[in-house]
């Protein structure tokens, strides 16, 4: 006989001999007829992963209908924090007025009269189309960042919502500080203009983005 | 096919009769105890795995019909019941000391030392460390006397997978066995 059979032979007795068969306890009938009791389960691993996600779904669900029920800033708030944005959060970043100009127009249907060449002074930065409370309705508006300067100013257009002005010229509707920047609106040719300018000094510097060639407006 | 338990005894269980099942439980209590005795390797634990088995069992005659022979029919309740409880004490252990064994030589006369009493406990350990489908074909083997047909009739599987599964368990209990009973030797 191979030493392998030796071994698997003793195996085999030492597995009869250790794995015989016993008597059940006394008590086992009482305990099969007796009250079921069973050890608490835990909740498996997966569940607690599922609800900890399903809440998350839940409060970002909730967080998003209610910025959706939220209504959106003014347009003077939008304009002011517009000073403060980053050029990286803009979709659209060019110093090109005549591809910033075609692009709004493409995204929004908004025509801004931006003329092809400015003064040296200025510098745009990008554009992006925003919702904001014009006139107390909301509105896409179209948002064009640039510098003046060392000075950062914003240019946020929109359709006249009461869709009646026609004024050929500017409509200057307010002009105050707001939150420490100069903001002005007017409206003209049926669309809503709102300009911030985040220098304290001469406000109308901020106008050579559109006026480089012609007198700028008394705002 | 129900000649190994009394046809009445069963009908009687059909019918709801507590001394049937009284009965069928006295015939069969210490091979449902023993296999999940030796299964779990704990008291306790066997003492549910019975009384979960003895519950199916109720709840389950009546669609017992006698295609196959009770005992076989039995048999499949336990090792549901075994496998029900190992997945209740899920370890992952066994898989990972299986693996490290594989790589442990067989000593060819440590095997002798297994004869001794005082290697009956480090046996079942050793036997309830395997894999829950090495460990159900070991018990239904050397607990019940078990052909390779009746097992791979229990298990619900070929009797190509239950001889498997033996020369497997066979050789994992070699290794760890044999590096048993050496540090026992070497401690003497």
Known sequence: ?219 | MVADTDQDVIEGCQRGEEAAFRELFESHKDKVYSIALRFSGDPVAAMDIAQDTFLKLMDRIGQFRGDSSFDSWLYRLVVNSCMDHRRRQRRVFPVIEEFFDSFRSPDPTALDHLMRDEMQQQVQEVVAKLAPEHRIVIVLRYTEGLSYEEIADALNCSRGTVASRLNRAHKILERRLSSLAQGTRKTK
């Open chain 1, 1 to 219: 006989m191979k030493q392998e059979d030796l071994n698997n032979h003793g195996l085999e007795r030492a597995l009869e001999k250790h794995l015989a068969s016993v008597s059940a306890p006394d008590n086992l009938w009482n305990y099969v007829r007796g009250p079921l009791v069973r050890p608490e389960r835990k909740a498996p691993v997966w569940m607690g992963w599922a609800a900890a996600v399903a809440s998350l779904a839940v409060i970002a669900g909730g967080w998003v209908m209610w910025q959706i029920a939220q209504p959106p800033q003014s347009v003077e708030a939008v304009a002011v924090n517009a000073l403060g944005t980053n050029t990286s959060e803009l979709p659209l970043h060019t110093t090109d007025a005549t591809a910033i100009r075609k692009w709004i127009k493409a995204e929004s249907g908004i025509d801004v009269p931006l003329p092809p060449k400015h003064d040296s002074l200025v510098q745009i930065i990008g554009a992006r189309i925003v919702p904001a409370q014009v006139e107390g309705a909301s509105a896409r508006v179209a948002e064009i960042s640039y510098q003046v300067g060392d000075y950062r100013a914003a240019l946020l257009i929109a359709k006249d919502p009461s869709g009646k002005t026609v004024y050929p010229k500017h409509e200057v509707r307010s002009s105050d500080p707001f939150q420490q920047a100069r903001v002005s609106s007017w409206s003209m040719r049926g669309q809503s203009y709102t300009l911030a300018w985040s220098a304290p000094g001469e406000f109308r510097v901020a106008c050579l983005l559109c006026h480089s060639t012609t007198p700028p407006p008394s705002i």
